[in-house]
């Protein structure tokens, strides 16, 4: 049998690690490639808006790349 001796330190930072990657897998496999429940890129674009999250250049990125996008052409 081989034995690897780590500090307690270590131990804890490969423990979190691990647990991070878990999560992201959980998540990952769940919801992360659902569709949008809407093709009308200007009803995404208006809730965005409504937000006051986002600024005037990123909504207007976004805009230009829903125009682009072939999921929400018409």
Do not use: C, H
């Not at 270590?10 to 919801?31: F, N, P, W």
């Not at 990123?58 to 052409?73: I, K, N, P, Q, T």
């Amino acid at each position: 049998m081989n034995t690897v001796t780590i500090t307690k330190t270590q131990y804890e930072g490969l423990k979190r690690q691990a647990e991070a990657y878990r999560q992201i897998i959980s998540v990952a496999s769940t919801d992360l490639f659902v569709p949008p429940p809407t093709r009308d890129a200007k009803k995404v674009i208006s809730a965005m808006r409504q937000t006051k999250r986002y600024s005037k250049a990123f909504l207007d990125s976004v805009e230009r790349g829903l125009a682009r996008s072939a999921y929400f052409r018409k």
